[in-house]
């Protein structure tokens, strides 16, 4: 087992990591910008090493700062969180070479599953539902070509998509023109690639992921679904599992799909699997080679801790136990509150003034504020994620809007108001929505 991880990244994740190591007796190592010199994860980790000035560009994402600080401390391990360089596969190929280990998969399966054209080949060679779509569009002429075969609407969507971004949809053929060079121009901004592929553009869909743990030995377990298609700008904003659209027999289907799948592409360590699921047929959209934000709504249903299967896959260790057992219990949700103006989604950062957790039975708060605790600008605007865990949907709501009201942040804005008004829908209280229901109740409400 490692002896010392570094932690190349802030905010809650570093703290969620930092509290997986502690429990397995492992010491840690945070690093951070010049902005984040009083943040919680560095006061709580056992050696802090500055790693550049505020910009992420500068620290965050500085690949050889956050190297050399692993060299310095002795860390024999990194764990990437999420964002940052979590899915960057040349800093997971760095990292290898110079003998420490990547707490994630290896350089080679992210690069496969990171690229989404290379994904969805090896997603249809293992088996799993895609939705309709394209190869590499070289020319407009190849995107109309391929619009008739697939059918309109469609959506042309960035070889190194991510965060929404490089995706446009066209209905017909005068919008596929328009979409077709907005979407490469987008992409190439975004991500210096402008390779661009096409889908079939699903209308209504909910999005439903698949949580998979996988170990060195070929031993491939899934646990379960997440539900997050409560979105605004195609981010995420409250998640629950299991799918309130889904039954246990759906469950069990696709879960055997992902599992098998998973085990042909040879993927190792945790991982989630996206799909956007329609009249009860379910359609792969791309992998996350990564820890994702909403993980502890799938460890309160499974009692399992996702990170520290992480670390343990990345030192070596068998999984251990098969999927029969893995057994769900009760129902969990996850809110995202963000520092931000709930009005207008402004980030809104600026001093705590005072904090007040909620807790009690089936309550897991996950974040890095503190009373006196000043946010800085730079950063993503998540200052917290409230986890509920209930028997049943229902009483997993009714805590849910209990903890939302115990929770204090005087000082900045967030967005708490928003999952109050979200949860008290009928529709939601129905489990009866879809990827478009949060921008349409917000439309209606304006
Ligand atoms: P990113 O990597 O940028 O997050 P994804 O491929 O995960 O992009 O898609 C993000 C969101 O965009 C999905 O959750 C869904 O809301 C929407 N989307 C993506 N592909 C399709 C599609 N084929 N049909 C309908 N909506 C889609």
Same mark, same amino acid.
């Given at each position: 087992?490692?002896?010392?991880?570094?932690?190349?990244?802030?905010?809650?994740?570093?703290?969620?990591?930092?509290?997986?190591?502690?429990?397995?007796?492992?010491?840690?190592?945070?690093?951070?910008?010049?902005?984040?010199?009083?943040?919680?994860? &560095?006061?709580?980790?056992?050696?802090?090493?500055?790693?550049?000035?505020?910009?992420?560009?500068?620290?965050?994402?500085?690949?050889?700062?956050?190297?050399?600080?692993?060299?310095?401390?002795?860390?024999?391990?990194?764990?990437? #969180?999420?964002?940052?360089?979590?899915?960057?596969?040349?800093?997971?190929?760095?990292?290898?070479?110079?003998?420490?280990?990547?707490?994630?998969?290896?350089?080679?399966?992210?690069?496969?599953?990171?690229?989404?054209?290379?994904?969805?080949?090896?997603?249809?060679?293992?088996?799993?539902?895609?939705?309709?779509?394209?190869?590499?569009?070289?020319?407009?002429?190849?995107?109309?070509?391929?619009?008739?075969?697939?059918?309109?609407?469609?959506?042309?969507?960035?070889?190194?998509?991510?965060?929404?971004?490089?995706?446009?949809?066209?209905?017909?053929?005068?919008?596929?023109?328009?979409? !077709?060079?907005?979407?490469?121009?987008?992409?190439?901004?975004?991500?210096?690639?402008?390779?661009? !592929?096409?889908?079939?553009?699903?209308?209504?869909?909910?999005?439903?992921?698949?949580?998979?743990?996988?170990?060195?030995?070929?031993?491939?377990?899934?646990?379960?679904?997440?539900?997050?298609?409560?979105?605004?700008?195609?981010?995420?904003?409250?998640?629950?599992?299991?799918?309130?659209?889904?039954?246990?027999?759906?469950?069990?289907?696709?879960?055997?799909?992902?599992?098998?799948?998973?085990?042909?592409?040879?993927?190792?360590?945790?991982?989630?699997?996206?799909?956007?699921?329609?009249?009860?047929?379910?359609?792969?959209?791309?992998?996350?080679?990564?820890?994702?934000?909403?993980?502890?709504?799938?460890?309160?249903?499974?009692?399992?801790?996702?990170?520290?299967?992480?670390?343990?896959?990345?030192?070596?260790?068998?999984?251990?136990?098969?999927?029969?057992?893995?057994?769900?219990?009760?129902?969990?949700?996850?809110?995202?509150?963000?520092?931000?103006?709930?009005?207008?989604?402004?980030?809104?950062?600026?001093?705590? &003034?005072?904090?007040?957790?909620?807790?009690?039975?089936?309550?897991?708060?996950?974040?890095?504020?503190?009373?006196?605790?000043?946010?800085?600008? !730079? !950063?993503?605007?998540?200052?917290?994620?409230?986890?509920?865990?209930?028997?049943?949907?229902?009483?997993?709501?009714?805590?849910?809007?209990?903890?939302?009201?115990?929770?204090?942040?005087?000082?900045?804005?967030?967005?708490?108001?928003?999952?109050?008004?979200?949860?008290?829908?009928?529709?939601?209280?129905? #489990?009866?929505?879809?990827?478009?229901?949060?921008?349409?109740?917000?439309?209606?409400?304006?």
């Amino acid at each position: 087992m490692f002896e010392k991880v570094l932690i190349a990244n802030r905010g809650e994740v570093a703290l969620r990591i930092h509290r997986a190591c502690r429990e397995m007796g492992i010491r840690t190592v945070a690093v951070h910008s010049e902005a984040d010199a009083n943040a919680m994860h &560095v006061r709580l980790a056992d050696e802090a090493v500055c790693i550049g000035p505020a910009k992420s560009a500068d620290s965050y994402l500085n690949k050889p700062a956050i190297i050399t600080a692993a060299h310095i401390t002795g860390a024999d391990a990194i764990h990437p #969180g999420f964002g940052f360089l979590s899915e960057n596969a040349d800093f997971a190929e760095m990292v290898e070479k110079h003998g420490i280990a990547f707490i994630g998969p290896t350089s080679a399966q992210m690069r496969l599953m990171g690229d989404k054209i290379t994904a969805r080949k090896a997603a249809i060679e293992a088996g799993l539902p895609v939705t309709p779509g394209s190869p590499a569009l070289d020319t407009i002429e190849d995107a109309i070509d391929w619009a008739e075969k697939i059918g309109y609407p469609v959506i042309i969507k960035a070889k190194d998509g991510g965060g929404g971004k490089g995706m446009k949809i066209a209905f017909n053929k005068d919008e596929l023109n328009q979409a !077709y060079t907005m979407a490469r121009a987008e992409a190439k901004a975004a991500f210096t690639s402008d390779v661009v !592929y096409m889908e079939k553009y699903l209308q209504n869909p909910r999005h439903i992921e698949m949580q998979i743990l996988a170990d060195k030995y070929g031993n491939v377990v899934h646990l379960g679904e997440r539900d997050c298609s409560i979105q605004r700008n195609n981010q995420k904003v409250i998640e629950e599992c299991p799918s309130p659209a889904l039954n246990d027999a759906e469950r069990k289907k696709i879960g055997e799909i992902v599992r098998k799948a998973v085990e042909k592409i040879g993927y190792t360590s945790a991982g989630t699997l996206e799909f956007l699921y329609e009249n009860g047929e379910f359609y792969f959209m791309e992998m996350n080679t990564r820890l994702q934000v909403e993980h502890p709504i799938t460890e309160a249903i499974t009692g399992i801790d996702l990170v520290r299967e992480q670390i343990r896959i990345a030192s070596g260790a068998a999984l251990g136990y098969t999927q029969d057992d893995i057994t769900f219990n009760g129902h969990a949700i996850e809110c995202r509150i963000n520092a931000e103006d709930p009005s207008n989604f402004a980030p809104c950062p600026g001093k705590i &003034v005072e904090w007040h957790a909620p807790g009690g039975l089936g309550v897991r708060v996950d974040s890095e504020i503190y009373s006196g605790y000043t946010i800085p600008p !730079y !950063y993503d605007s998540m200052i917290a994620k409230l986890i509920i865990h209930g028997k049943t949907r229902n009483s997993a709501l009714m805590r849910l809007r209990r903890a939302l009201e115990e929770c204090i942040i005087m000082g900045v804005k967030t967005t708490i108001p928003l999952h109050q008004e979200i949860i008290s829908q009928a529709e939601y209280i129905d #489990g009866q929505y879809n990827i478009h229901w949060l921008e349409n109740f917000m439309e209606k409400n304006k």
